[in-house]
């Protein structure tokens, strides 16, 4: 009769520890070596943004090179708590981590961010300035315009001012997410600046105490204009465009102040598991065929100059010479070192 | 000898098999939570620079900002309101359905137990997601209101206390009523048929023989509801909104939003702080009531 019984002794066991250590080592390497550019972990949101950066960078462009993209999914807010964490870790978890230009001077700030290698990225030769950071590269771009429902707002407004206006009583919408784009049209509506958003402040107040709607999120305020409970506010020109092809019977004005720039883009940081990886997708990112595809799909402006886009897109998403002409930038500095204080003003005296 | 030493292993044996059964569960919360616990202490007594973060230091700045800011107090004070009312609706309607549930003979007993379960099946956000289909202005309540020509502008349930107060009640109730019903069962039915019996009403039977005897199932129920209430977080974000705030949000603000993690871990502190002495409290009162 056989005897089953599990009698291991300690050499036998070390014999398969061993031997399993080996296998578990060829088959990490074996990965590796079928793609022989590796793998990158991708920080990003989720949602369209992620799967629109898979069916157009990730899948046609980096594949063929032999690269994995992995994509780490989250909300900024927490990736950028994920990127302070690893701060002191040698190897991070993340190759690239997909920020607005507001964040992305904010990790930099930090001292997490790598310096960009543009050497290694032939493609930036064609990025707009505004791009172009030492510290990262914009990926695309849109602008904080007006959007109205003509329906419920019959004289068009063209200015910060005439949209952020008590007049408009409970048909103004505001999106509590959107503090610090608020407080700065706010502020250049009533004489304030990039780099002083104080004067502003009055405004809100008065068009708060007029019953305007605070809305959580982007995606509220889209069903509150769906639903005509918010006749105007103020949005990204992209959203505009998603929200009207959605059904929103909305129309967009750019402010005559100024349209505030919304640059959303990617920084490698410092402690990047695979820094050539990296840049070689932000080159890729940077392909007018993918900035083309993100023009068409998301509503986004290419942040090259080399991309060709079909008129009909250009004029739904785009801005005209006079328009162009009046994006402005954000003044960073100022926003990271008032941020906490504009967000304490937003939450204990604007919401109350 | 060997005679002599056996009383003595048999009264260790007990000894070391009860450690050995606490390790694994004493390994697991000290790694799990006293290790972040005090990390996070230590992080609520360093300052915040917005540039980096937090730069160490030994300072109660946090706490003293915290309960010398109106606001923040405020935010603690709803709170701790919203969660002892949600305790006393759960406590409430709980205790009936706990009892009918621990009484009952019926076949389908099993049935019922599932059908007070099964709203644990679903996730926070996700069951919020359905309040928010019905509580929102075009939703099923206001549809119904109007339709039955009972108002003539949608009422504002949203972003309003009595939603958030609705949400938590509707998860906590399962608990609850779980806590209670393991309680009851153990209550022998002669005790309250002796009392009826013996020509007490029904309520009087309740408050002198069944409420005092299912006392430590309310209690721990009320413990365990109140936890739950004051640590909430999506439901009041999801039903609450941008202008309704309690502190599980508004941790996660200070730590997420704004990146201040001093602040961020010392409004955690002070409402573990705040949970912990309301809890023994409560427990401590209700323990010296009942005693007698």
Not at chain 1, 146 to 174: C, E, M, Q, R, V
Not at chain 2, 204 to 209: G, I, L, N, T, Y
Request: aromatic share 10%; charged share 15%; hydrophobic share 50%.
């Amino acid at each position: 009769m056989n005897d089953y019984r599990l009698n291991i002794s300690r050499r036998r066991w070390m014999k398969s520890a061993g031997a399993l250590a080996g296998v578990a080592a060829m088959g990490g390497w074996a990965p590796a070596h079928a793609q022989s550019g590796g793998r990158i972990v991708l920080g990003t949101w989720g949602g369209d943004y992620s799967k629109l950066l898979a069916k157009n960078i990730d899948t046609p462009l980096m594949t063929p090179k032999k690269y994995e993209v992995v994509h780490d999914i989250g909300g900024d807010p927490e990736r950028r708590a994920k990127m302070r964490a690893e701060a002191r870790l040698p190897r991070g978890t993340d190759d690239l981590q997909g920020l607005s230009a507001a964040q992305m001077f904010e990790m930099n700030d930090a001292g997490l961010c790598l310096p960009i290698e543009y050497s290694k990225i032939p493609n930036a030769q064609y990025l707009l300035p505004q791009m172009r950071y030492p510290y990262g590269v914009g990926h695309i771009y849109s602008g904080k315009v007006i959007l109205y429902n003509p329906k419920l707002i019959t004289t068009p407004p063209t200015s910060f001012a005439d949209s952020l206006d008590p007049k408009h009583g409970s048909k103004l919408g505001i999106i509590d997410i959107q503090y610090q784009f608020t407080m700065m049209a706010a502020a250049l509506a009533s004489g304030g600046s990039m780099t002083n958003y104080e004067p502003g402040k009055e405004r809100l107040m008065a068009c708060r105490k007029a019953g305007a709607k605070i809305l959580p999120t982007n995606e509220a305020m889209a069903q509150a204009l769906q639903n005509e409970e918010v006749g105007i506010c103020i949005m990204w020109k992209a959203r505009a465009v998603q929200w009207q092809k959605a059904g929103a019977k909305v129309e967009t004005v750019a402010p005559k102040e100024g349209i505030p720039l919304y640059i959303s883009g990617f920084v490698i940081p410092k402690n990047a598991p695979n820094k050539d990886g990296a840049h070689v997708w932000l080159n890729e990112m940077l392909v007018t065929s993918a900035q083309e595809a993100f023009a068409e799909d998301m509503g986004y402006n290419p942040s090259v100059g080399n991309a060709t886009i079909p008129p009909a897109t250009e004029k739904r998403i785009g801005f005209n010479a006079d328009e162009r002409k009046r994006l402005i930038d954000l003044d960073y500095a100022y926003l990271a070192k008032n941020d906490a204080a504009f967000k304490e003003w937003w939450d204990k005296t604007f919401k109350g | 000898m060997t005679a002599a030493a056996l009383p003595s292993a048999r009264t260790n044996a007990p000894g070391w098999t009860a450690a050995a059964m606490l390790s694994p569960a004493t390994i697991v919360v000290t790694i799990g939570i006293v290790i972040p616990i005090v990390i996070l202490f230590r992080y609520s007594l360093n300052q915040f620079t917005p540039a980096k973060v937090m730069v160490d230091a030994f300072t109660l700045e946090n706490y003293v900002k915290f309960f010398t800011d109106p606001y923040y107090v405020a935010v603690l004070l709803r709170t701790i309101r919203v969660a002892a009312v949600c305790t006393a609706i759960c406590i409430v309607l709980g205790f009936p359905m706990a009892y009918v549930l621990a009484r009952t003979r019926s076949r389908f007993k099993n049935l019922l137990l599932l059908i007070v379960i099964l709203p644990l099946f679903v996730g926070n956000a996700v069951r919020a997601a359905g309040w928010m289909v019905l509580f929102g202005n075009r939703g099923f309540v206001n549809a119904v209101l109007l339709w039955l020509g009972l108002i003539h502008e949608p009422l504002q349930i949203m972003y309003t206390e009595f939603a958030v107060v609705t949400g938590i009640v509707a998860v906590n109730l399962p608990f609850v009523v779980l806590t209670l019903q393991a309680v009851l069962e153990g209550i022998g039915r002669p005790l309250e048929e002796a009392a009826l019996g013996l020509g007490a009403a029904p309520l009087r039977m309740f408050r002198h023989v069944l409420l005092p005897l299912a006392m430590p199932g309310v209690i721990a129920a009320t413990i365990l509801s109140f936890i739950l209430a004051m640590n909430a977080y999506a439901t009041p974000v999801l039903l609450g909104g941008p202008t309704f705030h309690m502190m599980g949000p508004t941790v996660y603000d200070q730590f997420m939003g704004l990146t201040n993690w001093p602040f961020g871990a010392a409004l955690a502190f002070v409402l573990m702080t705040a949970t912990l002495l309301l809890t023994v409290t409560s427990n401590w009162l209700a323990h010296r009531r009942y005693r007698r």
